[in-house]
């Protein structure tokens, strides 16, 4: 692969980036920062490959100028970064990296749960501050987990992941999805209506891609619907929430609080939310273990070297 060039938006872990040196050449050494828009164009006019992340908007203004290129492999589960369409037009394929982040991403929703519902975060400021006078009977109440009822909105592979650890908590799941899911023995989970799982949900947790249909798929009249107790949790993308009526409700308290991942104009963050003690949030850390983002890039390679081979890439996407 030595004759092949590659442009890779962003550094990756020492591990894959060792594996590109050894396989290609580089258009240039990646830098630890989102590239100009003069910058991806420049990267894709000279590639046979790339490797893009979530973070570069690929139109048809940049795949203009990838005369040479074949594929694009983009590193990570979603790809609504990527003009998929544009992209087939000019025979350039795009491949995404599935399964390999199920887990990881369904430990972080976990993660935002508990932190929300237990206060965890305020706890630790708060006894950083070095203001803590000791406990209290009333101090810091938060609310239980176990035997509450836990609703799901996408259960794929991530929602489902999800779903099997509300067991160790002893807590429904509520469902809805497209098709139905089985359901592994002894366990209670039930597919409803969009507006059943909003209504009966004391946890709401997103696990849908970001399309026409979903963008704003929670929105006032969504919010609305939730309980007053209850908290919603975003791991998938930000535009799935419409982030002004989120903000809105947590400050009329329509809902109880909310666990954030991703953001609707990521980076940028509503101020409101970054001043709000009942909300957490985490800086788009849903695949990012060592192990997992390893495994993401040498996902890419693999659909990279079957296509520059003349083969198919075995997570072509569109």
């Given at each position: ?13 020492d591990?894959?980036?060792?594996a ?15 590239p100009?828009?003069?910058e ?11 490797i893009s ?7 048809h ?15 990570a ?11 087939g037009?000019?025979g350039?394929v795009?491949?995404n990296?599935?399964?390999v982040?199920?887990?990881a ?9 508990l932190?929300v519902?237990r ?9 950083r501050?070095g203001q ?9 109440l ?17 929602g ?7 067991a160790?908590f ?7 999805s497209r ?7 002894g ?23 970001l399309?026409?249909?979903?963008r704003?798929?929670?929105g006032?009249h ?5 309980k007053?107790t ?12 419409d982030?002004?009526a ?8 329509l ?12 980076p ?5 939310l ?12 849903g695949?990012a ?8 890039g ?16 075995p997570n072509?996407?569109?």
């Amino acid at each position: 692969m030595a004759h092949f060039t590659l442009y890779c938006t962003r550094v990756l872990p020492d591990p894959v980036m060792t594996a590109i040196r050894a396989r290609f050449a580089l258009v240039h050494e990646p830098l630890d920062h989102p590239p100009s828009r003069e910058e991806l164009a420049q990267g894709f006019a000279q590639a046979d490959a790339v490797i893009s992340t979530l973070a570069e908007h690929v139109d048809h203004t940049v795949l203009a100028c990838a005369s040479r290129l074949k594929i694009i492999a983009n590193y990570a589960v979603g790809y609504n970064n990527i003009d998929v369409v544009a992209a087939g037009q000019r025979g350039i394929v795009v491949s995404n990296t599935p399964d390999v982040l199920t887990d990881a991403t369904a430990d972080l929703t976990w993660a935002l749960l508990l932190a929300v519902t237990r206060r965890v975060v305020e706890g630790d400021r708060w006894l950083r501050t070095g203001q803590w006078p000791g406990w209290a009977p009333t101090q810091m109440l938060g609310g239980d987990l176990t035997g509450k009822t836990l609703g799901i909105i996408g259960m794929g592979r991530i929602g489902q992941a999800v779903a099997l650890r509300a067991a160790g908590f002893r807590m429904p799941v509520l469902y809805t999805s497209r098709r139905p899911v089985a359901v592994p023995a002894g366990l209670s989970w039930t597919r409803c209506s969009l507006d059943e799982v909003l209504t009966q949900s004391d946890f709401l947790s997103l696990h849908v891609p970001l399309t026409d249909t979903t963008r704003h798929l929670i929105g006032a009249h969504e919010l609305q619907s939730m309980k007053p107790t209850a908290c919603l949790i975003n791991t998938s993308r930000g535009a799935v929430i419409d982030e002004t009526a989120l903000v809105t409700a947590l400050e009329t308290g329509l809902i109880a609080g909310a666990g954030l991942d991703v953001y609707e104009h990521e980076p940028a963050i509503h101020a409101t939310l970054t001043r709000r003690a009942n909300v957490v949030l985490l800086p788009h850390l849903g695949s990012a273990t060592l192990e997992t983002r390893i495994r993401m890039g040498m996902i890419c390679l693999t659909n990279i070297a079957a296509v520059l081979s003349g083969k198919p890439a075995p997570n072509r996407v569109g």
